[in-house]
């Protein structure tokens, strides 16, 4: 059984560029949520994918946008990048209508900064 | 929206002393998630609490949710170099998990940092 995949592991981006990002979920699983997180701070929910749609979002632009493909793998795409996306991307996969115990599985990250 | 506060921001303990870290909820906790993240990498799942009261351990961490479900701890005993790392707590704001259709989201403290020293 394979974890949560995520590429790159590190990439530097101009400000005003735009940048895709990747997550192979955990083998079994069908939803799949992005999460920010700055340096010092806790991770911040993006959005969430299931069946390839959007299925909730938090309080970010609609330069951040996503897609979920038949195999549950997903992309996180940000446009127009800023000085503030510079932070860590985590991916998470986890079974829908599965809650409670260990439901999520985080990859490594994917560690952007905008320069 | 709910908002959780972890204490303390950060800690640095002896190995084989005890600690413990805080997590409280502005609002009622239906699903009270902990997590360990070594600096710069994903999250380990550690434990989730559910009912008030109730109190879970694995190896030498343990968990605890308050009766009125609005606070957790994670104390840990005779720590070692291995327990060093980010712990967060995270919890289901609309206790989605409940609804078969879809995933849930989290949201998560600012966490607590931990280093022990040999």
């Known amino acids: 059984e394979t974890g949560v995949t995520q590429s790159p592991t590190h990439l530097i981006k101009t400000r005003g560029q735009q940048v895709t990002l990747r997550c192979s979920s955990q083998?079994?699983?069908?939803?799949v949520s992005w999460y920010q997180q700055a340096l010092g701070q806790g991770p911040q929910f993006i959005f969430q994918?299931?069946?390839?749609?959007?299925?909730g979002r938090g309080n970010f632009p609609p330069r951040f946008s996503g897609l979920q493909f038949p195999n549950y793998s997903s992309e996180l795409n940000v446009n127009a990048l800023e000085l503030d996306d510079s932070a860590l991307y985590l991916c998470?996969?986890?079974?829908?209508?599965?809650?409670?115990?260990?439901?999520?599985?985080f990859g490594s990250g994917t560690r952007l900064t905008v320069v | 929206s709910q908002e959780l506060e972890q204490s303390p921001q950060s800690l640095i303990v002896q190995e084989g002393k005890n600690l413990t870290i805080n997590c409280t909820s502005s609002?009622?906790?239906?699903?009270l998630y902990w997590y360990k993240q070594k600096y710069g990498e994903g999250l380990i799942f550690l434990m989730m609490l559910q009912k008030g009261g109730e109190e879970k351990s694995h190896e030498k961490i343990t968990a605890k949710l308050d009766e009125k479900k609005q606070q957790s701890s994670l104390h840990i005993t005779a720590s070692q170099p291995s327990h060093a790392g980010i712990y967060l707590c995270?919890?289901?704001?609309?206790?989605?998990?409940?609804?078969?259709?879809?995933?849930?989201?989290?949201?998560f403290g600012k966490g607590t940092s931990l280093l022990v020293t040999p």
């Open positions: 994918y299931y069946r390839e749609e959007e299925n």
């Open positions: 609002k009622t906790l239906y699903g």
């Open positions: 998470a996969s986890s079974i829908s209508g599965v809650g409670g115990v260990g439901g999520y599985t």
């Open positions: 083998s079994g699983h069908n939803t």
């Open positions: 995270g919890a289901d704001p609309a206790h989605s998990f409940q609804n078969s259709n879809s995933g849930y989201a989290l949201n």
